[in-house]
């Protein structure tokens, strides 16, 4: 099992940068990969970044260009640097963990970990 703790949500005005910060423990060696969700009230988790342990990673089209996902090299830290924000970008952040199966995409199915999550609010 992988325990994982978000921080570093807040909020910001349009145009502004948060970088989001996820903690990994427990049994981590069978991550195949992580990734970033989020989520807003009424609506489906929506997938937002990806990577592979070696560092290949797959973003939304909504977010292409302007956030980047990166890990350390043991897979015990996940982080989402967030550029260009915009209000549409306000959403709780999840961050996930995928240890059962050997697909790299991003929908939440695929995903068996899960943090609390991370409030982001970007204002106009």
């Known amino acids: 099992q992988v325990q994982l703790v978000e921080s570093g949500g807040g909020s910001v005005q349009a145009g502004g940068s948060l970088r989001l910060s996820c903690a990994v423990s427990g049994d981590n060696d069978r991550t195949f990969s992580m990734g970033w969700f989020r989520q807003v009230p009424g609506k489906e988790r929506e997938g937002v970044a990806t990577i592979l342990a070696g560092g290949s990673s797959r973003y939304a089209d909504s977010v292409k260009g302007r956030f980047t996902i990166s890990k350390d090299s043991r897979w015990n830290a996940l982080y989402l640097q967030m550029n260009s924000l915009k209000p549409e970008d306000t959403a709780m952040y999840y961050c996930?963990?995928?240890?059962?199966?050997?697909?790299?995409?991003?929908?939440?199915?695929?995903?068996?970990?899960w943090g609390q999550g991370t409030q982001v609010t970007v204002s106009s």
């Open positions: 996930a963990a995928n240890t059962r199966r050997t697909l790299f995409r991003l929908l939440a199915e695929d995903y068996d970990s």
